[in-house]
């Protein structure tokens, strides 16, 4: 009993018989308005505690030497023959890139930026064409003229016609004149046009047919395309459906190639390059339409630097004016994409980390013919660094960009700048202490509480006066 009554001494929180106590009527007013503003003052605690907080500040970029930025891209260009479309890389420390295949992808497509097919294979060919080492100023015409009112004509007469579009003004297409003439003559020695009438070479001069041409997505000068017939089917769309050849342009290489195209099954045979990949004479499917669309990613070094598409070929020709690098813009981003799973762990800061791809879903359209225009992009790049509470690094990258057209004084391409900031943006995320929450919540009870009591107290007080006084009661 000693030990209990001692234990009830140290009692801070003595109790009150209820017979004791009064209860008033403003009294539960203010319990009410207490409660009420505990329950509000809570949840505005409660929301602060689960929302995200988050410290930005600006330091020098920490990438090192080593590091590369990643570039990702989807660009269709309906006016860009995937035959020669080519994505090169250069930059300010003398890195020069031409025509990259190995992490680039490029698909025909139509004039609605559909694909019509499979991925263009990046098939072997010749580096460098071999030419007639001696050019013979007098040679006899061999080959059949063509235009556009006698090739249906023609190409249903002979199993296979091979086709020379050239320019008189290409250099490619002069070089190619005599060794062509020649091989055409002697293919017809061989194959009698009367008797035979398996194959024929033509040609077509596209700055009298340049409709003609277009039809059949002649972009480079000369371009040779074999036609069979019955294969060579042109539907409602007018694609038709040959070969391109792209190997050496000697007249013994023309003549052997040409011969390949009628020869047996079990007699072909096949070459090889320098790198020992078997090339069956440098033959692929001709384009079936006149765009590509070209996606895939790149590696570049954080330093100033240009991306470039445009027509490129060692071994032809272009004409500039008619060269429209019109495209639209998919999706053009840096760095890598943040996985799902990372995602789903750190879905609170989403809004730091969203897509920043301004450049998507941008066209950027020439309608003017023979414009010699060139379309340029000025993109400028921020590093961003998001760093979560239980410390899990985010690597994202915003950028600005802005576009013009001007004219090209040589082909036309589509250019894009892009300048790596050396500063980059560091947020963090700053930690919640639940020890903090649980103390403020406290605060707030006791607070209101105490602060109720102090109201309650004097306006019983004053009330209890008041009535005092109006019974006339002197105290």
Request: with cysteine.
């Amino acid at each position: 009993m000693v030990l209990k009554s001692r234990i009830k001494s140290v009692d801070f929180f003595r109790k009150i018989p209820r017979d004791l106590t009064e209860a008033s009527l403003s009294g539960a007013g203010l319990s009410i308005v207490a409660a009420v503003s505990m329950l509000f003052l809570f949840g505005m605690e409660l929301n602060n505690y689960l929302a995200i907080s988050t410290t930005t500040s600006v330091i020098i970029d920490q990438s090192s030497d080593s590091e590369f930025l990643l570039i990702g891209f989807n660009m269709s260009f309906p006016a860009l023959s995937c035959e020669f479309a080519s994505l090169d890389v250069s930059d300010v420390l003398g890195t020069n890139r031409l025509n990259i295949t190995k992490t680039v992808r490029k698909y025909a497509i139509n004039k609605h930026l559909q694909a019509t097919g499979a991925e263009i294979d990046p098939m072997p060919t010749f580096t460098i064409i071999k030419h007639d080492d001696k050019i013979d100023e007098e040679y006899a015409e061999g080959s059949v003229t063509l235009n556009s009112h006698n090739f249906g004509r023609i190409s249903q007469q002979y199993s296979v016609l091979v086709v020379n579009f050239f320019a008189p003004w290409c250099h490619w297409s002069n070089l190619l004149k005599p060794s062509w003439e020649k091989a055409a003559k002697i293919i017809r020695e061989r194959h009698n046009l009367e008797t035979d009438g398996r194959i024929l070479l033509g040609k077509v001069d596209c700055t009298k047919e340049p409709d003609f041409c277009r039809s059949h997505h002649i972009q480079g000068y000369p371009s040779i395309r074999i036609f069979r017939r019955g294969s060579d089917i042109k539907d409602v769309h007018g694609i038709h459906d040959h070969e391109s050849y792209y190997g050496h342009r000697d007249t013994d290489s023309l003549v052997e190639a040409v011969e390949h195209l009628v020869a047996p099954l079990d007699s072909r045979k096949s070459v090889e390059d320098k790198y020992g990949k078997t090339i069956i004479y440098a033959k692929r499917p001709a384009p079936r339409e006149a765009g590509c669309r070209i996606e895939g990613f790149i590696q570049v070094k954080k330093v100033p630097g240009s991306i470039i598409v445009s027509a490129r070929s060692e071994s032809h020709s272009f004409d500039a004016s008619r060269i429209n690098m019109s495209h639209v813009i998919n999706s053009f981003n840096f760095g890598k994409k943040v996985t799902p799973r990372l995602m789903s762990d750190i879905k609170r800061l989403k809004p730091y980390i969203e897509s920043h791809d301004k450049l998507a879903g941008k066209a950027y359209i020439n309608l003017e013919e023979r414009a010699n225009v060139t379309i340029e992009h000025y993109l400028q790049v921020v590093k961003t660094e998001v760093m979560s509470s239980s410390h899990q690094l985010i690597e994202d990258y915003e950028y600005t960009t802005h576009s013009s057209l001007v004219h090209a004084v040589t082909i036309p391409v589509a250019k894009f700048h892009l300048e790596p900031s050396p500063l980059q943006i560091l947020v963090t995320e700053d930690p919640k202490s639940f020890t903090h929450f649980i103390t403020n919540v406290c605060a707030i009870t006791g607070g209101i509480f105490t602060v109720a009591r102090i109201l309650d107290s004097l306006l019983y007080n004053t009330m209890r006066a008041v009535k005092k006084i109006e019974l006339g009661k002197n105290f």
